[in-house]
Protein backbone atom coordinates (compact mmCIF):
# COMPACT_ATOMS: atom_id res chain seq x y z
CA UNK A 1 0.00 0.00 0.00
CA UNK A 2 1.31 3.33 -1.23
CA UNK A 3 2.98 5.17 2.17
CA UNK A 4 1.75 8.40 0.03
CA UNK A 5 -1.94 9.78 -0.26
CA UNK A 6 -4.14 12.74 -1.20
CA UNK A 7 -5.30 14.77 2.07
CA UNK A 8 -8.96 15.46 2.18
CA UNK A 9 -10.40 18.73 1.00
CA UNK A 10 -11.54 19.92 4.59
CA UNK A 11 -8.01 18.73 5.93
CA UNK A 12 -6.50 20.61 2.98
CA UNK A 13 -8.34 23.58 4.34
CA UNK A 14 -7.54 23.27 7.89
CA UNK A 15 -4.56 22.87 7.19
CA UNK A 16 -4.36 26.11 4.80
CA UNK A 17 -5.98 27.99 7.38
CA UNK A 18 -3.40 27.35 10.18
CA UNK A 19 -1.17 29.60 7.56
CA UNK A 20 -3.61 32.18 6.65
CA UNK A 21 -6.30 32.70 9.63
CA UNK A 22 -3.81 32.67 12.41
CA UNK A 23 -6.10 35.17 14.65
CA UNK A 24 -9.50 36.80 13.89
CA UNK A 25 -7.97 39.54 12.67
CA UNK A 26 -6.70 37.72 9.76
CA UNK A 27 -9.98 36.85 8.92
CA UNK A 28 -10.77 40.91 9.00
CA UNK A 29 -7.62 41.56 7.17
CA UNK A 30 -8.48 38.74 4.56
CA UNK A 31 -12.11 40.22 4.54
CA UNK A 32 -10.65 43.42 4.14
CA UNK A 33 -8.98 42.98 1.55
CA UNK A 34 -12.22 41.05 -1.01
CA UNK A 35 -14.32 43.69 -0.17
CA UNK A 36 -11.60 46.52 -1.38
CA UNK A 37 -11.06 44.52 -4.88
CA UNK A 38 -14.53 44.31 -5.13
CA UNK A 39 -14.49 48.60 -5.61
CA UNK A 40 -16.41 49.27 -2.52
CA UNK A 41 -17.07 52.67 -1.19
CA UNK A 42 -17.86 51.77 2.24
CA UNK A 43 -16.68 48.76 4.57
CA UNK A 44 -17.99 48.26 8.19
CA UNK A 45 -17.02 45.51 10.51
CA UNK A 46 -18.94 44.42 13.44
CA UNK A 47 -16.89 42.30 16.10
CA UNK A 48 -18.18 40.45 19.10
CA UNK A 49 -16.33 39.16 22.05
CA UNK A 50 -12.61 38.91 20.76
CA UNK A 51 -13.87 38.12 17.15
CA UNK A 52 -14.35 34.10 17.99
CA UNK A 53 -17.82 34.49 18.95
CA UNK A 54 -18.91 37.08 15.44
CA UNK A 55 -16.87 38.86 12.80
CA UNK A 56 -19.45 40.60 9.74
CA UNK A 57 -18.10 42.60 7.20
CA UNK A 58 -20.39 44.59 5.20
CA UNK A 59 -19.75 46.35 1.89
CA UNK A 60 -21.16 48.04 -1.01
CA UNK A 61 -18.46 46.49 -3.74
CA UNK A 62 -19.84 44.28 -7.01
CA UNK A 63 -20.98 41.92 -5.22
CA UNK A 64 -21.67 38.07 -6.53
CA UNK A 65 -23.97 36.23 -8.17
CA UNK A 66 -25.60 32.46 -7.21
CA UNK A 67 -22.63 30.43 -9.39
CA UNK A 68 -19.58 33.03 -8.06
CA UNK A 69 -20.42 32.22 -4.43
CA UNK A 70 -20.65 28.59 -4.58
CA UNK A 71 -17.33 28.96 -6.12
CA UNK A 72 -16.04 30.91 -3.89
CA UNK A 73 -15.96 28.49 -1.50
CA UNK A 74 -13.65 26.16 -3.38
CA UNK A 75 -9.35 26.13 -2.97
CA UNK A 76 -7.77 27.99 -5.28
CA UNK A 77 -10.89 29.73 -7.05
CA UNK A 78 -10.19 33.69 -7.52
CA UNK A 79 -11.13 36.16 -10.31
CA UNK A 80 -8.20 37.89 -9.86
CA UNK A 81 -6.09 36.39 -11.93
CA UNK A 82 -6.39 34.28 -14.90
CA UNK A 83 -2.95 32.94 -16.92
CA UNK A 84 0.85 32.77 -15.08
CA UNK A 85 2.30 36.20 -16.47
CA UNK A 86 -0.10 38.01 -14.11
CA UNK A 87 1.37 36.18 -10.93
CA UNK A 88 4.86 38.39 -11.59
CA UNK A 89 2.84 41.67 -11.41
CA UNK A 90 -0.23 41.23 -9.12
CA UNK A 91 -2.32 44.48 -8.71
CA UNK A 92 -5.07 42.97 -6.40
CA UNK A 93 -4.61 42.87 -2.93
CA UNK A 94 -5.88 38.92 -2.69
CA UNK A 95 -5.10 36.58 -5.43
CA UNK A 96 -4.73 33.04 -3.96
CA UNK A 97 -8.16 32.40 -3.55
CA UNK A 98 -7.38 30.34 0.05
CA UNK A 99 -9.01 33.18 2.54
CA UNK A 100 -12.91 32.21 1.98
CA UNK A 101 -12.45 28.26 1.96
CA UNK A 102 -9.85 28.34 4.98
CA UNK A 103 -12.02 30.39 7.07
CA UNK A 104 -15.08 28.47 6.40
CA UNK A 105 -13.60 25.40 7.11
CA UNK A 106 -12.77 26.79 10.84
CA UNK A 107 -15.73 28.61 11.60
CA UNK A 108 -19.73 29.31 10.50
CA UNK A 109 -19.68 31.22 7.23
CA UNK A 110 -22.68 33.10 6.30
CA UNK A 111 -22.28 34.38 2.74
CA UNK A 112 -25.19 36.76 1.43
CA UNK A 113 -24.34 39.15 -1.92
CA UNK A 114 -25.89 40.24 -4.28
CA UNK A 115 -24.86 42.07 -7.79
CA UNK A 116 -26.04 45.68 -8.14
CA UNK A 117 -27.85 44.91 -11.72
CA UNK A 118 -29.80 41.31 -9.91
CA UNK A 119 -32.98 41.84 -8.30
CA UNK A 120 -32.40 38.91 -5.43
CA UNK A 121 -29.12 37.77 -3.58
CA UNK A 122 -27.88 34.49 -2.99
CA UNK A 123 -27.10 33.30 1.01
CA UNK A 124 -25.24 30.48 1.64
CA UNK A 125 -24.51 28.83 4.55
CA UNK A 126 -21.43 26.79 5.39
CA UNK A 127 -20.62 24.91 8.60
CA UNK A 128 -17.03 24.17 9.28
CA UNK A 129 -16.56 23.47 5.67
CA UNK A 130 -19.75 21.88 4.85
CA UNK A 131 -22.73 23.95 2.65
CA UNK A 132 -25.82 23.62 4.31
CA UNK A 133 -27.68 26.04 3.06
CA UNK A 134 -28.60 27.93 -0.38
CA UNK A 135 -31.47 30.82 -0.61
CA UNK A 136 -32.07 33.48 -2.55
CA UNK A 137 -32.65 36.56 -0.53
CA UNK A 138 -33.40 40.22 -1.03
CA UNK A 139 -30.96 42.91 0.26
CA UNK A 140 -28.70 45.72 -0.86
CA UNK A 141 -26.60 45.28 -3.45
CA UNK A 142 -22.63 44.21 -2.03
CA UNK A 143 -21.78 41.45 -0.17
CA UNK A 144 -22.16 40.34 3.80
CA UNK A 145 -19.34 38.11 5.65
CA UNK A 146 -20.65 36.91 8.70
CA UNK A 147 -18.30 34.24 10.33
CA UNK A 148 -18.92 32.63 13.67
CA UNK A 149 -18.03 30.54 16.45
CA UNK A 150 -14.14 30.97 14.84
CA UNK A 151 -12.52 28.08 15.82
CA UNK A 152 -15.16 25.80 16.86
CA UNK A 153 -14.12 22.66 15.74
CA UNK A 154 -10.22 23.41 16.81
CA UNK A 155 -10.09 23.86 20.01
CA UNK A 156 -6.82 23.97 20.22
CA UNK A 157 -6.13 26.71 18.55
CA UNK A 158 -8.23 29.39 20.92
CA UNK A 159 -6.05 28.57 23.62
CA UNK A 160 -3.37 30.05 21.46
CA UNK A 161 -5.48 33.33 21.44
CA UNK A 162 -4.29 36.38 23.69
CA UNK A 163 -6.72 38.34 25.78
CA UNK A 164 -9.80 40.10 24.59
CA UNK A 165 -8.62 43.40 24.31
CA UNK A 166 -5.56 42.00 22.96
CA UNK A 167 -7.22 40.56 20.06
CA UNK A 168 -9.52 43.51 19.35
CA UNK A 169 -6.61 45.82 18.74
CA UNK A 170 -4.81 43.83 16.70
CA UNK A 171 -8.39 44.29 14.40
CA UNK A 172 -8.43 47.59 15.58
CA UNK A 173 -5.06 48.08 13.98
CA UNK A 174 -6.06 46.02 10.38
CA UNK A 175 -8.99 48.11 10.16
CA UNK A 176 -7.31 51.51 10.27
CA UNK A 177 -4.37 50.29 8.40
CA UNK A 178 -6.78 50.42 5.22
CA UNK A 179 -8.39 53.00 6.49
CA UNK A 180 -4.98 55.36 6.19
CA UNK A 181 -4.88 54.05 2.50
CA UNK A 182 -7.68 54.30 1.18
CA UNK A 183 -9.31 57.48 2.33
CA UNK A 184 -11.81 57.27 -0.58
CA UNK A 185 -13.66 54.38 1.24
CA UNK A 186 -15.41 54.86 4.38
CA UNK A 187 -14.63 52.47 7.50
CA UNK A 188 -17.25 51.78 10.35
CA UNK A 189 -15.59 49.49 13.40
CA UNK A 190 -17.90 48.49 15.91
CA UNK A 191 -17.60 45.92 19.46
CA UNK A 192 -20.39 44.78 20.45
CA UNK A 193 -22.54 47.39 19.50
CA UNK A 194 -20.04 50.45 20.39
CA UNK A 195 -18.28 52.17 17.53
CA UNK A 196 -15.08 52.19 17.66
CA UNK A 197 -13.59 53.44 14.56
CA UNK A 198 -15.85 55.90 12.33
CA UNK A 199 -14.06 57.48 9.05
CA UNK A 200 -16.31 58.65 6.25
CA UNK A 201 -15.62 58.39 2.77
CA UNK A 202 -14.08 61.17 0.83
CA UNK A 203 -13.99 63.56 3.40
CA UNK A 204 -10.52 63.22 4.52
CA UNK A 205 -7.24 62.84 2.43
CA UNK A 206 -3.83 61.01 3.53
CA UNK A 207 -2.68 63.46 6.22
CA UNK A 208 -6.36 63.82 7.79
CA UNK A 209 -6.52 59.78 8.13
CA UNK A 210 -3.06 60.19 10.18
CA UNK A 211 -4.13 62.87 12.03
CA UNK A 212 -6.96 60.63 12.82
CA UNK A 213 -4.92 57.84 13.45
CA UNK A 214 -2.35 59.91 16.09
CA UNK A 215 -5.15 61.66 17.88
CA UNK A 216 -3.76 63.96 21.11
CA UNK A 217 -0.18 62.82 19.61
CA UNK A 218 -1.04 64.82 16.39
CA UNK A 219 -3.66 67.35 17.30
CA UNK A 220 -2.69 69.31 14.63
CA UNK A 221 -0.69 69.28 11.04
CA UNK A 222 2.66 71.02 12.34
CA UNK A 223 2.66 67.75 14.15
CA UNK A 224 3.32 66.04 11.18
CA UNK A 225 5.76 66.49 8.05
CA UNK A 226 5.21 65.33 4.55
CA UNK A 227 7.72 62.98 2.69
CA UNK A 228 7.00 63.08 -1.13
CA UNK A 229 9.94 61.22 -3.46
CA UNK A 230 10.87 59.51 -6.55
CA UNK A 231 12.74 56.52 -7.37
CA UNK A 232 15.18 56.23 -10.43
CA UNK A 233 13.57 53.13 -11.75
CA UNK A 234 10.14 51.14 -11.32
CA UNK A 235 7.90 53.69 -11.26
CA UNK A 236 8.71 54.26 -8.02
CA UNK A 237 7.01 56.98 -5.87
CA UNK A 238 6.79 57.38 -2.24
CA UNK A 239 4.39 59.49 -0.24
CA UNK A 240 3.28 59.59 3.43
CA UNK A 241 3.35 62.04 6.62
CA UNK A 242 5.80 60.87 9.92
CA UNK A 243 5.23 62.54 13.28
CA UNK A 244 7.93 65.36 14.07
CA UNK A 245 10.81 63.71 15.92
CA UNK A 246 10.11 65.45 19.54
CA UNK A 247 6.14 63.99 19.20
CA UNK A 248 7.88 60.62 18.62
CA UNK A 249 6.74 58.83 21.57
CA UNK A 250 9.28 55.86 23.49
CA UNK A 251 6.19 53.30 22.50
CA UNK A 252 2.70 53.31 21.55
CA UNK A 253 3.13 54.51 17.79
CA UNK A 254 5.03 52.85 14.97
CA UNK A 255 5.88 53.07 10.91
CA UNK A 256 2.70 51.79 9.19
CA UNK A 257 4.31 50.58 5.56
CA UNK A 258 2.44 50.41 2.39
CA UNK A 259 3.24 49.18 -0.85
CA UNK A 260 1.02 49.34 -4.00
CA UNK A 261 -2.03 49.83 -0.71
CA UNK A 262 -0.89 46.65 0.24
CA UNK A 263 -0.09 46.60 4.30
CA UNK A 264 3.06 45.37 4.73
CA UNK A 265 6.28 44.97 7.75
CA UNK A 266 9.60 45.58 6.12
CA UNK A 267 12.55 46.24 8.18
CA UNK A 268 14.51 47.25 4.98
CA UNK A 269 12.15 50.50 4.49
CA UNK A 270 11.79 51.04 8.01
CA UNK A 271 15.86 50.89 8.25
CA UNK A 272 15.95 53.71 5.19
CA UNK A 273 12.98 55.61 7.23
CA UNK A 274 15.68 55.53 10.38
CA UNK A 275 18.29 56.21 8.52
CA UNK A 276 16.57 59.89 6.89
CA UNK A 277 15.65 60.51 10.34
CA UNK A 278 19.49 59.82 11.68
CA UNK A 279 20.52 62.38 14.13
CA UNK A 280 16.84 63.76 14.58
CA UNK A 281 15.31 60.84 17.10
CA UNK A 282 16.41 60.27 19.85
CA UNK A 283 17.93 57.13 20.78
CA UNK A 284 15.94 54.28 21.59
CA UNK A 285 13.10 55.79 19.66
CA UNK A 286 11.60 54.84 16.13
CA UNK A 287 10.19 56.52 13.49
CA UNK A 288 6.35 56.60 13.61
CA UNK A 289 3.82 57.31 10.68
CA UNK A 290 2.38 56.47 7.64
CA UNK A 291 4.56 55.58 4.36
CA UNK A 292 2.78 54.62 0.79
CA UNK A 293 5.65 52.91 -1.74
CA UNK A 294 3.58 52.71 -5.46
CA UNK A 295 6.24 51.06 -7.68
CA UNK A 296 5.61 48.82 -11.07
CA UNK A 297 3.62 45.45 -10.05
CA UNK A 298 6.68 43.85 -11.79
CA UNK A 299 9.27 44.77 -9.55
CA UNK A 300 7.68 43.35 -6.52
CA UNK A 301 7.38 40.07 -5.51
CA UNK A 302 3.75 40.12 -3.11
CA UNK A 303 4.06 36.29 -3.02
CA UNK A 304 6.67 35.43 -0.37
CA UNK A 305 4.93 34.98 2.34
CA UNK A 306 0.95 33.11 3.39
CA UNK A 307 -0.54 36.60 4.32
CA UNK A 308 0.87 38.30 1.83
CA UNK A 309 2.37 40.74 5.08
CA UNK A 310 6.03 40.74 3.63
CA UNK A 311 7.04 41.48 -0.30
CA UNK A 312 10.36 41.26 -1.99
CA UNK A 313 11.83 44.49 -4.08
CA UNK A 314 13.82 43.27 -7.73
CA UNK A 315 16.24 46.35 -7.25
CA UNK A 316 16.57 46.34 -2.55
CA UNK A 317 18.90 48.97 -2.72
CA UNK A 318 17.52 51.64 -5.03
CA UNK A 319 14.21 51.56 -2.64
CA UNK A 320 16.54 51.64 -0.05
CA UNK A 321 17.97 54.81 -1.38
CA UNK A 322 15.37 55.82 -2.44
CA UNK A 323 13.43 56.11 0.41
CA UNK A 324 16.20 57.58 2.79
CA UNK A 325 16.83 60.26 0.55
CA UNK A 326 12.94 61.31 0.62
CA UNK A 327 12.98 61.50 4.12
CA UNK A 328 16.23 63.49 4.25
CA UNK A 329 14.46 66.04 1.87
CA UNK A 330 11.20 65.95 4.48
CA UNK A 331 13.69 66.66 7.12
CA UNK A 332 15.24 69.61 5.41
CA UNK A 333 11.57 71.20 4.14
CA UNK A 334 10.08 70.87 8.05
CA UNK A 335 13.42 72.67 9.18
CA UNK A 336 11.89 75.41 6.83
CA UNK A 337 8.14 75.23 8.29
CA UNK A 338 9.53 75.02 11.77
CA UNK A 339 12.26 77.93 11.36
CA UNK A 340 8.64 80.03 9.84
CA UNK A 341 6.79 78.82 13.06
CA UNK A 342 9.25 80.07 15.78
CA UNK A 343 10.99 82.93 14.05
CA UNK A 344 8.77 83.93 12.08
CA UNK A 345 8.08 84.39 7.65
CA UNK A 346 10.48 85.94 5.56
CA UNK A 347 13.02 86.08 8.04
CA UNK A 348 16.78 87.97 7.28
CA UNK A 349 19.03 88.08 9.89
CA UNK A 350 21.44 91.13 10.07
CA UNK A 351 24.59 90.96 11.21
CA UNK A 352 25.98 91.17 14.96
CA UNK A 353 28.40 94.32 15.04
CA UNK A 354 31.59 92.47 15.41
CA UNK A 355 32.32 94.83 18.85
CA UNK A 356 29.77 92.88 20.71
CA UNK A 357 31.99 89.74 20.61
CA UNK A 358 35.15 88.77 22.02
CA UNK A 359 37.80 85.97 21.13
CA UNK A 360 37.84 82.83 23.26
CA UNK A 361 38.28 79.39 23.19
CA UNK A 362 36.15 77.13 20.81
CA UNK A 363 33.94 75.20 23.75
CA UNK A 364 32.98 78.26 25.05
CA UNK A 365 33.87 77.34 28.67
CA UNK A 366 36.32 79.28 30.97
CA UNK A 367 39.60 77.65 31.20
CA UNK A 368 42.59 78.62 30.86
CA UNK A 369 43.81 78.77 27.21
CA UNK A 370 46.26 76.05 26.00
CA UNK A 371 49.70 77.16 24.20
CA UNK A 372 49.87 76.94 21.11
CA UNK A 373 52.68 76.89 18.35
CA UNK A 374 51.79 79.31 15.46
CA UNK A 375 53.69 77.60 12.49
CA UNK A 376 52.72 77.17 8.77
CA UNK A 377 50.54 73.95 8.14
CA UNK A 378 52.38 71.59 5.69
CA UNK A 379 48.91 70.62 4.46
CA UNK A 380 46.77 73.90 4.21
CA UNK A 381 43.73 72.13 3.45
CA UNK A 382 43.53 69.30 5.91
CA UNK A 383 45.27 71.25 8.74
CA UNK A 384 44.65 74.74 9.92
CA UNK A 385 46.60 76.53 12.90
CA UNK A 386 43.66 78.39 15.11
CA UNK A 387 44.09 80.99 17.47
CA UNK A 388 41.51 80.22 20.27
CA UNK A 389 38.38 81.00 18.53
CA UNK A 390 35.14 79.67 17.75
CA UNK A 391 34.88 76.86 14.89
CA UNK A 392 31.30 79.01 14.05
CA UNK A 393 30.27 82.49 14.79
CA UNK A 394 29.04 82.22 17.88
CA UNK A 395 29.82 84.57 20.31
CA UNK A 396 31.60 84.27 23.45
CA UNK A 397 30.75 83.24 26.98
CA UNK A 398 31.47 85.72 29.44
CA UNK A 399 31.96 85.95 32.96
CA UNK A 400 29.02 86.97 35.30
CA UNK A 401 28.60 90.07 36.16
CA UNK A 402 28.83 90.85 39.28
CA UNK A 403 25.68 92.55 41.56
CA UNK A 404 26.98 95.52 41.39
CA UNK A 405 27.42 96.12 37.76
CA UNK A 406 24.31 97.37 35.91
CA UNK A 407 24.73 94.11 33.21
CA UNK A 408 22.81 92.25 36.00
CA UNK A 409 20.20 95.01 35.29
CA UNK A 410 20.35 94.91 31.94
CA UNK A 411 19.60 90.80 31.87
CA UNK A 412 16.33 91.72 33.24
CA UNK A 413 15.14 93.97 30.63
CA UNK A 414 14.00 92.67 27.26
CA UNK A 415 16.59 92.90 24.63
CA UNK A 416 15.39 93.72 21.16
CA UNK A 417 17.44 91.01 18.98
CA UNK A 418 19.49 91.61 15.67
CA UNK A 419 17.31 90.35 13.44
CA UNK A 420 14.60 91.45 11.46
CA UNK A 421 12.22 88.36 12.99
CA UNK A 422 9.33 89.16 15.01
CA UNK A 423 11.73 87.63 18.06
CA UNK A 424 12.00 89.60 21.23
CA UNK A 425 15.27 88.70 23.55
CA UNK A 426 13.50 88.60 27.13
CA UNK A 427 16.55 86.56 29.19
CA UNK A 428 17.98 83.64 30.38
CA UNK A 429 16.30 81.26 32.72
CA UNK A 430 18.18 78.48 35.19
CA UNK A 431 21.14 79.59 32.95
CA UNK A 432 19.93 76.90 30.35
CA UNK A 433 16.76 78.39 28.49
CA UNK A 434 16.51 81.28 26.66
CA UNK A 435 12.78 82.75 26.75
CA UNK A 436 12.06 85.12 23.65
CA UNK A 437 8.99 86.33 22.98
CA UNK A 438 7.86 85.33 19.38
CA UNK A 439 3.86 86.57 17.84
CA UNK A 440 2.45 86.93 21.36
CA UNK A 441 3.73 83.49 22.59
CA UNK A 442 6.67 81.90 24.06
CA UNK A 443 9.93 80.65 23.16
CA UNK A 444 11.88 78.55 24.90
CA UNK A 445 15.44 77.54 23.35
CA UNK A 446 17.67 74.93 24.74
CA UNK A 447 21.29 76.52 24.87
CA UNK A 448 23.39 73.65 24.70
CA UNK A 449 21.24 71.91 22.26
CA UNK A 450 21.18 74.57 20.12
CA UNK A 451 24.93 75.41 20.41
CA UNK A 452 25.77 71.72 20.13
CA UNK A 453 23.68 71.17 16.55
CA UNK A 454 25.21 74.27 14.77
CA UNK A 455 28.41 73.24 15.77
CA UNK A 456 27.75 69.49 14.74
CA UNK A 457 27.04 70.48 11.39
CA UNK A 458 29.82 72.92 11.12
CA UNK A 459 31.91 70.18 11.34
CA UNK A 460 29.98 67.77 9.75
CA UNK A 461 30.57 70.36 6.47
CA UNK A 462 34.32 70.33 7.55
CA UNK A 463 34.70 66.62 7.63
CA UNK A 464 32.96 66.28 3.79
CA UNK A 465 35.55 69.31 2.95
CA UNK A 466 38.76 67.07 4.61
CA UNK A 467 39.13 70.32 5.94
CA UNK A 468 38.57 70.07 9.94
CA UNK A 469 40.58 72.41 11.85
CA UNK A 470 43.23 71.25 13.86
CA UNK A 471 44.98 72.68 16.57
CA UNK A 472 49.11 72.13 16.93
CA UNK A 473 50.46 70.97 20.39
CA UNK A 474 53.58 72.96 21.57
CA UNK A 475 54.15 70.22 23.41
CA UNK A 476 53.18 66.74 22.33
CA UNK A 477 51.78 63.95 24.65
CA UNK A 478 53.02 60.65 24.71
CA UNK A 479 49.98 58.31 25.48
CA UNK A 480 49.97 54.62 25.72
CA UNK A 481 46.98 52.53 24.44
CA UNK A 482 45.36 49.37 24.90
CA UNK A 483 45.59 46.24 22.31
CA UNK A 484 41.60 47.52 22.06
CA UNK A 485 42.49 51.18 21.38
CA UNK A 486 45.48 50.69 19.18
CA UNK A 487 43.32 47.98 16.74
CA UNK A 488 40.67 51.09 16.62
CA UNK A 489 43.79 53.33 15.46
CA UNK A 490 45.00 51.08 13.04
CA UNK A 491 42.08 50.50 11.64
CA UNK A 492 40.83 53.99 11.58
CA UNK A 493 43.51 55.78 10.69
CA UNK A 494 42.28 57.84 7.53
CA UNK A 495 39.21 58.67 9.61
CA UNK A 496 41.31 59.73 12.97
CA UNK A 497 43.32 62.10 10.52
CA UNK A 498 40.29 63.63 8.73
CA UNK A 499 38.87 64.03 12.47
CA UNK A 500 41.66 66.54 12.90
CA UNK A 501 43.73 64.49 15.41
CA UNK A 502 47.12 63.61 14.97
CA UNK A 503 49.01 60.68 15.98
CA UNK A 504 52.68 59.09 15.53
CA UNK A 505 53.59 55.76 16.81
CA UNK A 506 56.24 56.50 19.16
CA UNK A 507 57.26 52.68 19.83
CA UNK A 508 55.46 49.76 21.54
CA UNK A 509 51.72 50.54 22.62
CA UNK A 510 52.87 54.36 22.70
CA UNK A 511 51.17 56.86 20.29
CA UNK A 512 52.67 60.89 20.42
CA UNK A 513 49.59 63.20 20.02
CA UNK A 514 50.68 66.04 17.81
CA UNK A 515 47.69 67.56 16.83
CA UNK A 516 44.14 67.81 18.04
CA UNK A 517 40.69 68.82 16.58
CA UNK A 518 40.66 72.79 17.20
CA UNK A 519 37.18 72.54 18.54
CA UNK A 520 38.42 70.96 21.46
CA UNK A 521 41.62 72.48 21.87
CA UNK A 522 41.10 73.42 25.76
CA UNK A 523 40.54 69.79 26.30
CA UNK A 524 43.49 67.66 27.56
CA UNK A 525 45.00 65.58 24.96
CA UNK A 526 44.54 62.31 26.33
CA UNK A 527 41.01 62.95 27.09
CA UNK A 528 40.49 64.15 23.48
CA UNK A 529 41.88 60.84 21.88
CA UNK A 530 40.04 58.53 24.68
CA UNK A 531 36.68 60.22 24.03
CA UNK A 532 37.25 59.75 19.93
CA UNK A 533 38.67 56.39 20.12
CA UNK A 534 35.75 55.35 22.88
CA UNK A 535 33.10 56.17 20.28
CA UNK A 536 34.66 54.59 17.27
CA UNK A 537 35.00 51.15 19.03
CA UNK A 538 31.41 51.18 20.19
CA UNK A 539 28.98 49.05 18.15
CA UNK A 540 25.97 50.62 18.82
CA UNK A 541 27.64 53.84 16.48
CA UNK A 542 27.11 52.15 13.18
CA UNK A 543 28.86 51.52 10.57
CA UNK A 544 30.61 53.86 7.82
CA UNK A 545 29.00 57.96 7.91
CA UNK A 546 26.82 57.26 11.00
CA UNK A 547 29.61 56.29 12.89
CA UNK A 548 31.69 58.97 11.80
CA UNK A 549 28.92 61.44 12.65
CA UNK A 550 28.58 59.65 16.27
CA UNK A 551 32.21 61.28 17.43
CA UNK A 552 31.50 64.81 15.73
CA UNK A 553 28.65 64.34 17.61
CA UNK A 554 30.12 63.65 20.63
CA UNK A 555 32.66 66.46 19.52
CA UNK A 556 29.92 69.40 19.09
CA UNK A 557 28.65 68.01 22.86
CA UNK A 558 31.84 68.76 24.78
CA UNK A 559 32.40 72.14 22.51
CA UNK A 560 29.21 73.65 23.19
CA UNK A 561 28.07 76.23 25.75
CA UNK A 562 26.75 74.23 28.55
CA UNK A 563 24.07 74.19 30.58
CA UNK A 564 24.06 76.18 33.66
CA UNK A 565 26.45 78.76 31.95
CA UNK A 566 25.23 82.16 31.71
CA UNK A 567 24.87 83.83 29.06
CA UNK A 568 25.34 87.89 28.34
CA UNK A 569 22.98 89.05 26.28
CA UNK A 570 24.83 89.78 22.57
CA UNK A 571 25.65 86.07 23.08
CA UNK A 572 22.12 85.00 23.70
CA UNK A 573 21.09 87.08 20.52
CA UNK A 574 23.82 85.82 18.11
CA UNK A 575 22.79 82.51 19.04
CA UNK A 576 19.59 82.59 17.97
CA UNK A 577 20.59 84.38 15.05
CA UNK A 578 22.73 81.40 14.07
CA UNK A 579 19.64 79.14 14.79
CA UNK A 580 17.67 81.55 12.02
CA UNK A 581 20.81 81.35 9.51
CA UNK A 582 21.27 77.64 9.64
CA UNK A 583 19.50 74.90 7.32
CA UNK A 584 19.05 72.75 10.22
CA UNK A 585 18.60 73.44 13.84
CA UNK A 586 15.45 71.75 15.36
CA UNK A 587 16.84 68.70 17.31
CA UNK A 588 20.46 68.56 18.31
CA UNK A 589 22.59 65.54 17.00
CA UNK A 590 21.23 63.26 19.45
CA UNK A 591 17.96 63.84 19.04
CA UNK A 592 16.38 66.46 21.69
CA UNK A 593 14.73 69.31 20.72
CA UNK A 594 16.51 72.62 20.54
CA UNK A 595 13.35 74.90 20.97
CA UNK A 596 9.91 74.71 21.95
CA UNK A 597 7.48 77.52 21.17
CA UNK A 598 4.00 78.19 23.64
CA UNK A 599 1.30 80.12 21.27
CA UNK A 600 -0.93 82.50 22.89
CA UNK A 601 -4.10 80.12 23.31
CA UNK A 602 -1.17 77.82 25.01
CA UNK A 603 -0.50 80.77 27.79
CA UNK A 604 -4.37 81.62 28.21
CA UNK A 605 -5.36 78.18 29.32
CA UNK A 606 -2.68 77.67 31.73
CA UNK A 607 -4.40 80.89 33.14
CA UNK A 608 -7.91 79.61 32.34
CA UNK A 609 -8.25 83.03 30.30
CA UNK A 610 -10.15 81.29 28.23
Known amino acids: MSAIRILPEQLANQIAAGEVVERPASVVKELLENALDAGARQVTVQVEGNGTRLIRVIDNGAGMDHDDVLLSLERHATSKLTSAEQLGAITSLGFRGEAIPSIASVARLTITSRPVAAPLGTVVEVRHGTVVRVHEAGGASGTTMEVRDLFGNVPARRKFLKSTATELSHIEETVKNYGLVRPDTGFVYTVDGRTVLQWPAGVDTLEGRTLRLFGRRAAQASSLFAVEGRG???????????????????????????????????????????????????????????????????????????????????????????????????????????????????????????????????????????????????????EEVVRPAAPIAVPPVQDPPSVSESGAEAAEAPVQTATSSPLRLLGQVAECYLLCESDGGLLVVDQHAAHERLLFEELRQRYSADNVARQQLLFPKVLECTLKERQILEENGQELERLGLELEEFGGDS????????????????????????????????????????????????????????????????LLQKMQEADIFSHCPHGRPVARRFSPDDLKKWFHRT
Not at 278 to 291: E, I, M, Q, Y
Not at 313 to 336: D, G, L, M, P, Y
Not at 521 to 537: S, W
Open 232 to 382: TADDLTIAGYLLAPEETPATGARLRIFVNGRAVKDRMIAHAVGEGLHNFLLVGRSPAGVLLLSIAPEAVDVNVHPTKQEVRFRNTQAVHQAVAQAVRQAVIRFQEQRKDSLFGRGIAAKPVPPSSMRPTAPTMVREPQPLFRAETPARPVR
Open 511 to 574: FVVKAVPAIMGTTPPEEVVAAILAQLGEESSGRGSQRVEAVLASMACKAAVKAGQRLAPQEMEH
